[in-house]
Structures are given as C-alpha cells and as structure tokens.
C-alpha cells in the first residue's frame, strides 16, 4: 500500500467551479500534513499546511481528519490560473511523503 | 531571504556516462537539504537526505550517490547512467526543525 494516495484525476472542470480532492495516507504516526501545487514542468511549491480544525486560505479550504487518515482539498469559484497538479504531503519520521497529484484542469 | 539554485536545468547524457548535479542553498545555515526524483507518470521519490556536512542518508538503493561538502551545498552524483535515471531532479531545503520544504527549479534529466 502506498503511503499517500491520490485520484490521480483529471479534473476537468468550468470556471468558477467547486472542486474536491482527496487524500488518503497509511502511515498513522504521520506529524503534519500539505498540499503542493505544481505546474507542468516546474518544482513543487507549497500552496498550503493541513491543520486538524481545518484552514481556509481564500478561497482554498483543506482539512485533516486523523481518525480515518484522511486529508481534503476545496477550490471554490475555480480560476484558470489554478490548472495545475495537486499533491497530497504526509510528514512522516522527519521527511515528506509525497502523493502522486491529482491534476486539475480548469477550462473557460 | 532564502534561495535555493539548482542546475543545470535540463541535461541529456548518455547511457554510462558519469553525472553531477550541483545545488545551493543561500541566506540560512545548517538547513536539511534533500534529493527527490520524478519520473514520468511517478510521484516524488525521495533519494537522500542530509542534516549536516558529510551526513547523508539513502531512501533508496541505486546507482546514484550524494555528497554534502559545504553546509549550503548539495551534489548528486552517478559514476554510470542508466537509461531508468532518465527523470526530473530536484533539489529541495528545509530549516532545522522546519517542517515545509523549498523547491529548487529542478533538472530534467534525459538518458539515451
């Protein structure tokens, strides 16, 4: 079993839509928890950390929810400059886990 | 601030041929410095890591090596390519204690 895992999409969807991913990880001793966005052919960037009362960075919503090891991902009101691949990160024994990503396309 | 320099950005080598890869860190000291790969169709795999000079540490058993001879300082290394070392690297820095890490630009390896 993998330790993180990922739909690993596409997403294809309007402007303006909501969209949801999620993400599992196996390893329960896992400290703390991300999202990265990275655009094709570029590094990795932190978009934003995972916190167990869930935070909101605009119109960014993740959660955690360490009971069923399971993390979330809201895009509301999705722009074209948020096509891009999302990848699910687990801290675990001091280093980064990293998902596969799931790709989000965004279309006019 | 921080920067984080990798290079070269792109790279094509032939099979057997030897590799270095060099990255650099500015503006912090004694920061944990990691070496990831992506390979077509894969997720990031981490390969080594290092807390300080001349300490390194190896995720996964292969033909590449890294070596840590200045505290900003990070070099990925391969006596003999194979054409599977074809991939994108990346260099990435955490601080000590740190939880996220800071990307470097990458280098995408082709092997024919």
Not at chain 2, 50 to 72: F, H, K, M, T
Request: aromatic share 10%; hydrophobic share 30%.
């Amino acid at each position: 079993r993998k330790e993180v895992e990922q739909d690993p999409g596409p997403f294809n969807v309007p402007e303006g839509a909501t969209v949801a991913f999620n993400c599992t990880y196996s390893n329960s001793a896992s400290q703390s928890f991300f999202w990265y966005r990275q655009d094709c052919r570029k590094e990795p960037k932190l978009l934003m950390s995972v916190y167990s009362s869930g935070n909101e960075d605009g119109r960014f919503t993740a959660q955690l929810n360490r009971a069923s090891q399971y993390i979330s991902l809201l895009i509301r009101d999705s722009k074209l400059s948020d096509s891009a691949t999302y990848l699910c990160v687990a801290r675990s024994q001091g280093n980064l886990i990293f998902g596969k990503g799931t790709k989000l396309s965004v279309k006019p | 601030s921080q920067t984080i320099h990798q290079w070269p950005a792109t790279l094509v080598q032939p099979v057997g041929s030897p590799l270095s890869l060099e990255c650099t860190v500015e503006g912090t000291s004694n920061p944990n410095l990691y070496w990831y790969r992506q390979a077509a169709g894969r997720g990031l795999q981490l390969l080594f890591y290092s807390v300080g000079i001349g300490q390194i540490s190896s995720e996964v058993p292969q033909n590449l090596s890294a070596s840590r001879p200045q505290d900003r300082q990070f070099i990925l290394s391969s006596k003999k390519l194979l054409l599977s070392d074809s991939g994108f690297y990346l260099c990435a820095w955490s601080p000590t204690g740190g939880v996220g890490y800071t990307f470097g630009s990458g280098t995408r390896l082709t092997v024919v």
